[in-house]
């Protein structure tokens, strides 16, 4: 069963960094894997983030582009979301997903495993 935990949320004054971190375990091809972020702040719907696909290929949401960055280490079965200049409209609950179809073609929607989530807060 494919289980992915994440860390790093906290709280963060604006202007400020913080990366996320995202271990998947039960994945043992997490390098043929397309994996993403997403957050959900109160009262709105779940928002794209970023992802990279299985190749390291990166994509992102227009309110994040040029402030936050998605890598993985396929080695650690890890994926990490930097996150700077960081806006009290990023106040939210950010989750890791995970496309368990291998060596897919990106998509913003095909997403098949989610984590927990973890919380960002920004203070103005």
């Known amino acids: 069963q494919v289980q992915l935990v994440e860390s790093g949320g906290g709280l963060v004054q604006a202007g400020g960094s913080l990366r996320l971190s995202c271990a998947a375990s039960?994945?043992?091809?997490?390098?043929?894997?397309?994996m993403g972020w997403f957050r959900q702040a109160p009262g709105k719907e779940r928002e794209f983030v970023a992802g990279?696909?299985?190749?390291?290929?990166?994509y992102y949401g227009d309110s994040v582009k040029g402030r936050f960055t998605i890598s993985r280490d396929n080695a650690k079965n890890t994926v990490y979301l930097q996150m700077n200049s960081l806006k009290p409209e990023d106040t939210a609950v950010y989750y890791c997903?995970?496309?368990?179809?291998?060596?897919?073609?990106?998509?913003?929607?095909?997403?098949?495993?989610w984590g927990q989530g973890t919380q960002v807060t920004v203070s103005s």
């Open positions: 997903a995970a496309n368990l179809a291998a060596y897919s073609t990106f998509s913003e929607q095909r997403y098949n495993a």
């Open positions: 039960g994945l043992t091809t997490f390098n043929r894997h397309n």
């Open positions: 990279i696909d299985w190749s390291g290929g990166t």
